[in-house]
């Protein structure tokens, strides 16, 4: 992994600080000055919001710049992420996360099957390698069944949270 | 000084009830673990306990994060020196040369020194932590509207300067935090900003399952991402602390000390700043500098004490000015409101105690580390060839679960993983996430003193830039962003090399 991002990467990264910044820009100008109320034009909720983004677009014009002087600053070797593991890590958080948690499945059999699957998916490889993959799956069920009952009993009965 | 040490001795005999001390040796075991295993960092391990202390008792509560924090801290010098893999942030000086020692066979000596090093700087930084925060508690009561503002846009001026190889980035990323912090009403007139008619939002975003998301899910990604080598331990020699080292680089530590403790009172720098300047500091005074980096005692004992007498000197600026020194106090000055003790300058009036209270803590968790640094050195080996794509799912599952658990809402979990696909897009691009958490905690504090100012001076700019510790902030402010200038920096070196000059030729 190199940690030293692409010019161009701070030339995209400069483009949208300077759209969000406008965009918030745009949302705080045209926010209610609450002058119905009569308050002070100093107390406007907009004002800090506003002032922020101006802050923001012109922090984003300066690396906009200095991304056009790579040379000078530096940052001409390219990132390099292991997207396949990113994305499998990505998917499988997001569909425990957003997609099972609290969508009527009980929340100890969710996190059973998130954790089972996740280190599983994860030590596939060194398993596959090492002629483990037996081994492999039954530690893999050994965490997730601890996993869940462990969470579920401490939150749920020492903490007394409600689960979703 | 003589009510101070009364407050004291209340609070240490207040902690010292079999129980409570079952609570500081558990929370600083757990500390030392989160602080050992590399991805798990100590604001990540302070966010996830908060979350799983929410029942307890205010001041058991507070005691567990305390400890946490400072067996973290501690911990990540174990990974270091074992295998060269910082356990978390603050411990990377650590690596320079407690690796190297360890590949010498001296393992053991370095862990006796890391051990040494962060309870003597620990030690250093409660001393100041019980002188000076009465005393800026008592500056900060002069403070109005116009300081307070100029007090938050420092915080993260400073943050985004220090904290990242890259100023700018670290200044964008404290906007970004201090807009974020705008989300949901204001603090004024109730009114709903950009909540998009959606109640949740209108709430604003919850600080700790934020917090969670920027360094707990953030972290998830970046570890599975990696493909992990199983890591391999090298053998070592009796770990038992030599108090030769003590006497022989005791003006390392102190100086160490005192910049680790200086640097965590600074709002929003923390842990790793302290150990790389505190190791700086060490080689430039050192006689042996020649040694660093090849497995100088010295320089593992000036990383280590800096680091840790960062962590009670961070607690300062929390505890006077509710504004924190680093990014783990961020998330302890949050548990703190939440178990309803209100930090800030009013603290040394109405609840003088607590920050004895906060004292006893540290000092009970520095016992903790002391005695856990010498008695499990090799079950923590152990802990530590653990593979990364086992903890790594359970930590994600403790994201969730801690962030739901605080109000029992869906809408704080999808919060978590929003800021933590945000949190991992930003570290991938250098923008470091100290000042973003920085700006996201004093964000309410800019918003209420901006306008606050502007109503107390009629719209007059005047008072932000003249009134003595306003002008100090701002100048502090000015100069940061100058000094990143290369224009500004060129024309200073210049000036000095013509000032130098006929000095030179005398």
């Not at chain 2, 100090?472 to 000094?483: H, K, P, S, Y």
Request: glycine share 12%.
């Amino acid at each position: 992994m190199s940690s030293r991002p692409t010019a161009s990467a701070d030339l995209a990264w400069s483009l949208i600080w300077i759209v969000f910044g406008a965009a918030v820009f745009y949302g705080a100008w045209t926010m209610d000055r609450l002058t119905a109320l009569n308050i002070n034009p100093y107390t406007a909720p907009g004002l800090v919001p506003g002032a922020l983004s101006i802050g923001l677009i012109v922090l984003g014009i300066v690396l906009l710049v200095r991304s056009f002087r790579p040379q000078r600053y530096g940052g001409a070797t390219p990132m390099q992420v292991a997207t396949p593991r990113l994305l499998l890590a990505l998917a499988l958080c997001l569909a425990y996360g957003v997609g099972l948690v609290g969508r009527g499945l009980p929340f100890w059999l969710t996190t059973a099957l998130f954790v089972f699957a996740s280190i599983l998916v994860f030590r596939w490889p060194e398993h596959r390698v090492n002629g483990t993959l037996v081994r492999g799956a039954i530690t893999a069920l050994l965490c997730a069944v601890g996993t869940a009952a462990g969470v579920t009993v401490v939150f749920q009965e020492v903490f007394l949270v409600r689960l979703p | 000084m003589f009510d101070g040490l009364a407050f004291l001795g209340t609070s240490l005999a207040h902690f010292a009830d079999p129980i409570t001390l079952a609570y500081v040796a558990a929370a600083t075991l757990l500390g030392l673990l989160i602080g050992a295993l590399p991805g798990l960092t100590a604001t990540m391990g302070v966010a996830l306990m908060t979350t799983l202390t929410l029942k307890m008792q205010p001041e058991i509560a507070l005691l567990v994060l305390v400890c946490t924090y400072v067996g973290a801290i501690y911990g990540g010098s174990r990974s270091a020196i074992l295998l060269n893999i910082p356990g978390t942030p603050a411990n990377a000086a650590a690596c320079l040369d407690g690796y190297q020692l360890a590949r010498q066979g001296l393992a053991g000596r370095a862990m006796g020194i890391s051990t040494t090093g962060s309870v003597l700087g620990t030690l250093i930084g409660i001393v100041a932590l019980a002188l000076f925060t009465p005393v800026l508690g008592e500056l900060a009561l002069k403070f109005g509207a116009f300081e307070f503002f100029w007090l938050a846009l420092f915080g993260v001026i400073i943050s985004g300067t220090l904290t990242g190889d890259d100023a700018l980035k670290g200044w964008l990323a404290g906007f970004l935090g201090l807009l974020v912090a705008c989300v949901g009403q204001d603090s004024i007139h109730a009114y709903d900003r950009f909540s998009f008619g959606n109640r949740d939002l209108a709430g604003g975003f919850q600080l700790i399952p934020a917090l969670v998301g920027a360094f707990g899910f953030a972290e998830v990604l970046s570890v599975l991402s990696e493909r992990g080598a199983r890591p391999r331990i090298h053998s070592f020699d009796s770990y038992l602390p030599r108090l030769r080292d003590v006497f022989q680089y005791w003006r390392t530590i102190i100086r160490s000390g005192i910049i680790g403790t200086f640097i965590g009172i600074v709002p929003g720098v923390g842990e790793d700043v302290a150990s790389w300047s505190s190791y700086a500091a060490a080689k430039r005074a050192s006689k042996e500098a020649d040694k660093f980096g090849k497995g100088s005692v010295e320089g593992l004992m000036a990383a280590e004490t800096g680091d840790n007498a960062c962590v009670p000197g961070a607690m300062i600026p929390v505890l006077a000015l509710q504004v924190p020194g680093s990014a783990p106090a961020a998330v302890l000055m949050a548990a703190m409101i939440i178990h309803g003790v209100q930090p800030g300058p009013m603290i040394m009036v109405n609840n003088p105690q607590f920050v004895y209270d906060v004292v006893a803590m540290m000092l009970y968790a520095t016992l903790g580390i002391l005695i856990f640094g010498l008695l499990l050195v090799r079950p923590l080996i152990k802990v530590l060839q653990v593979p990364r794509e086992i903890i790594m799912p359970i930590v994600f599952v403790l994201c969730v679960i801690g962030s739901f658990a605080i109000a029992q809402r869906l809408f704080d979990v999808w919060t978590m993983i929003g800021f933590g696909i945000l949190g991992y897009a930003m570290r991938q691009y250098n923008y470091p996430m100290a000042p973003f958490v920085l700006g996201i905690v004093l964000g309410d504090l800019l918003d209420k003193n901006l306008r606050r100012g502007l109503v107390l001076s009629d719209g007059d700019l005047t008072p932000f830039v003249t009134r003595p510790i306003s002008a100090l902030l701002c100048g502090i402010c000015l100069l940061a962003i100058a000094l990143n200038i290369t224009a500004f920096r060129d024309g200073l070196a210049r000036g000095w090399a013509l000032l130098a000059r006929p000095s030179r030729s005398k």
